[in-house]
């Protein structure tokens, strides 16, 4: 999708059917976003219930007593604006760097889905305004570190918020500076708190989830690449195309085993690279045997991810939860980010194994015991090193996942004198899985490389054909990149193929090859 398209779709908001496309268009490609007519009613209804209730002086968390620990202090009417300024005061004490600007967008938009859906309590100017901050471009300073997950993202979310009342930092057309400054130069007037709205607006998942949005969406184009990358090594090595037949996979029946079977069939279909009839061995080494055994518990376990992603950008998730329509209040635990947690654990895991296996081949392709290849991939070795240091660095960055890939969510620390003494964790859970996610992408790059190199060191090449997808996979790799012969400087060269990874690039061009011609 280009900047351009992106800026004339307008994601409307009704708290119910957000979807990651949306997610994306928002927060890579500046699509604008308002607020659906029938969620400004919800909205108007939520308030007006909590506005009888302070009138009433009912006995409220967070709308009349104080927070935490501090829920059984009472607080009067007169002093409800006070209470709501000084939470987001209070809690603001992140640390480290500001989150990427494509994830704070994402939190903006997050945030204003769950506060549309009319159980929160939150004026319909206060919402209207987050919005006109996201569609004028302005980016709070968010620093990454500092929330425990329950109840929800609490300090990342109050750095969100100091900017739409003019405090703390943000954004704006490439320069960093004041909240108030950003907001004057947008001529947006700052927000003014009324009892519940800044307990409405960062008690709650979305700093979480805005992480976990992308990279499930990132980590999506990574599986369909990682079979890609793995169908060029497989031909590269000559590998047995018995262990995909889709009887092997029948038996065995997951849904993602399955599905990788089949694209290793269609990717070599026609490639005269594998092994013939007349072979030397009887089965390949796993990295080559098993692909779909372990490239498709990945893709199950992403799906798994994206199901709990996409249920949570369309939840309620603060506290406490207003239903007017019953005149109910609430107080509970939507906060609590385990659903994202145990997610982003196990989406950094599944992504993780990808760039374990994949580096396992990126070693056989160097290795000329294993490959039938000249050594690490040059012609001329020992004055040149090739592709040798390439497999360092994809072992270097498989290590750095393994501890990467240690969960979060089996942690957890008591907090606010004992109240909250249960937390998930989910923020640096899905910090984690995005990191490698980033990883894994470099090392798919590195295989990218070598097998391309390899394809073109393996005698007899004139003679011999790619598969149709691979075929497809292997010439834009060369539109980038040139064969390696004597050593030159790598770096750019692996982050162009990763540029092409990532972007999903190679996997629009390989599945444009792959589709039947009309």
Known sequence: MSGALAEQIRVILDGETLSLEQVVAVARY???????????????????YVDQLIEDN???????????????????????????????????????????????????????NALAKGFSGIRLATLETLIEVLNAGIVPVVPEKGSLGASGDLAPLAHMVLVLLGE??????GSRMSGREALAQAEIVPVVLEGKEGLALINGTQVMTAIAALAVWDAEILWKSANITAALSFEALEGILDAFDAK???????????????????????????????RPRVQDAYSLRCIAQVHGPSGDAIAYAKKAVEIEMNSATDNPLIFPEEKQVFSGGNFHGQPIALAMDFLGIAVAE?????????????????????????PDGGLNSGFMIVQYSAA?????????????????????????????????????????????????????????????????KEELRLGKGSEGAYLLVRSKVDQLGADRVMYPDIQDAK????????????????????
Not at 407 to 433: F, L
């Open 58 to 112: 009912q006995l409220v968390y967070g709308i009349t007593t104080g927070f935490g620990m501090f829920s059984d202090v009472v607080i009067s009417k007169e002093d409800s604006r006070k209470l709501q300024r000084n939470l987001i005061m209070s809690h603001s004490t992140g640390v480290g760097e500001p989150l990427a600007p494509e994830i704070v967008r994402v939190i903006l938009l997050l945030r204003a």
């Open 248 to 278: 092997i996979h029948a038996v065995r029946p997951h849904n993602g085993q399955i599905e990788v079977a089949k694209q290793i069939r269609l990717l070599t279909a026609g490639s005269t690279f594998v092994a013939s009839e007349r």
């Open 354 to 378: 990808l760039a374990n296996i994949a580096e396992r081949r990126v070693e056989r392709l160097v290795n000329p015991y294993l490959s039938g290849l000249p050594a690490f991939l040059t």
């Open 30 to 48: 500046g699509a604008k976003v308002e607020l659906d007519s029938t969620a400004k009613e919800k909205v108007l209804r939520s308030r007006d």
């Open 396 to 460: 270097s960055l498989v290590s750095e996942n393994k501890i990467l890939a240690h969960p979060a969510s089996v942690d957890s620390i008591p907090s606010s004198a004992n109240q909250e003494d249960h937390v998930s964790m989910g923020t640096i859970a899905a910090r984690k899985a995005r990191n490698i996610i980033e990883n894994t992408a470099h090392v798919l790059a590195m295989e990218l490389l070598a097998a391309c190199q390899a394809v073109d060191l393996r005698p007899g």
């Open 168 to 173: 703390g930092e943000a954004f704006y057309k």
């Open 499 to 518: 540029e092409l990874v990532s972007s999903g690039k190679l996997v629009k061009t390989v599945q444009r090859k792959l589709q039947p011609k009309t």
